[in-house]
């Protein structure tokens, strides 16, 4: 590891455990964070499809809000029915701008006396400066600066937390309970971002080297750095934020539809309610579509989605090698006339036109746990 190209970065409190297990650190997002291991980004995808895989999502952010009318207050900045949320149940919603525009994604769960959010680390500091802008004075808003993030992914990574926590793995999907593991007090959310399923403990920053040390030492675990985590998510169909979404899409467009539920449709009530409400009756100019190009050659962020006479439809979001796919994919957004599924397209590769097809998505099947 070279500390020359990352003295200036922040580190999670899982910096160590990374240098002990040959990471190779890369700045994202203000952070030294792992972007692989010694067995490869291949390797580790594989791995995690099929036992589990080990994740430092730490760089993200964490946060509780309190106080009187707090669903109310957060339900006034995102479009997720958050009233609807029972104790031990999460959520994921958007924050939304006066456009409609996603400001930033985000995982809320019913904490009992508090919500705890989860947010994305690029935009840390750009969602909590809204927040205090925008919530009433009365809510309290503690940052967890102190706190690390694990995400233990794979079908085989309720058998490895249940030796750590029993009775974790019958948790439901979307669910999170405030629990010890190894010893440490831990918040464990049944989700992840991979399209598997898995967890992801919130644990002390001074707990957990010690708890993702144990985690690997399993025999199912291995780590797995940034890279992968990347073709994971993908072939799962999941948007990755400041590329698939950002200020200038809506949940409409981004096919998110499914995370504003029937209440919030009809009442609005959230930045952007006109435009996306109205984009819900009419429909959007736009939508997120996947896209599996033909041959061995990846279409990536920027490409050109071009019909057959040449016109420009579309643009790539995310592309890449899907290794559970076996070829590569991609995501991006085409006019709404053409974002149908068995659409012939085609890509503008290094000036080159490959075709490709409309696909629905994932490009592989999600497989969280429903009980």
Request: charged share 20%; with cysteine; glycine share 12%.
């Amino acid at each position: 590891m070279d500390d020359r190209n990352i003295a200036p970065l922040k580190r999670t409190p899982l910096f160590a455990v990374h240098d002990a297990c040959g990471a190779r650190m890369v700045p994202f997002a203000g952070y030294a964070m792992p972007v692989q291991f010694a067995a490869g980004v291949l390797r580790e995808h594989i791995h995690t499809r099929a036992e589990a895989g080990l994740f430092d999502v730490s760089h993200m952010g964490q946060l509780r809000l309190r106080g009187d009318g707090v669903v109310d207050a957060l339900e006034a900045l995102v479009p997720g029915d958050i009233r609807a949320l029972a104790p031990g149940r999460m959520r994921y919603t958007q924050f939304t701008n006066a456009d409609g525009g996603i400001l930033d994604d985000l995982m809320v769960t019913n904490a009992g006396d508090h919500l705890f959010l989860v947010i994305n680390a690029a935009c840390k500091e750009a969602d909590i400066a809204h927040m205090q802008d925008n919530l009433p004075s009365h809510i309290g808003m503690e940052v967890l600066d102190d706190a690390a993030l694990i995400a233990l992914q794979g079908p085989l990574a309720a058998a490895v937390l249940e030796r750590f926590a029993p009775g974790v793995a019958t948790m439901k999907f979307m669910s999170a309970a405030a629990m010890r593991v190894k010893d440490a007090n831990c918040l464990v959310s049944r989700c992840g971002y991979t399209g598997e399923d898995g967890f992801e403990i919130s644990v002390e920053a001074t707990d957990a080297p010690a708890l993702a040390t144990a985690l690997l030492a399993e025999a199912e675990v291995m780590p797995v750095g940034l890279g992968a985590r990347d073709s994971l998510r993908l072939e799962a169909g999941l948007c990755l934020y400041g590329h698939d979404i950002d200020e200038t899409t809506t949940p409409v467009e981004a096919d998110l539809l499914w995370s504003i539920g029937k209440r919030r449709r009809v009442e609005g009530g959230f930045p952007g309610d006109a435009v996306i409400r109205r984009q819900i009756a009419e429909g959007a100019p736009r939508r997120r579509v996947g896209l599996r190009p033909e041959g061995r050659a990846p279409a990536r962020e920027g490409t050109d989605i071009i019909d057959g006479t040449g016109g420009k439809i579309g643009t790539v979001t995310s592309g890449g090698f899907g290794p559970t796919v076996g070829g590569p994919v991609s995501m991006g957004y085409m006019a709404s006339e053409s974002a149908i599924s068995g659409t012939s397209v085609e890509l503008m590769v290094r000036g080159k036109a490959l075709p490709a097809q409309v696909v629905d998505l994932p490009f592989t099947p999600q497989r969280y746990y429903r009980g």
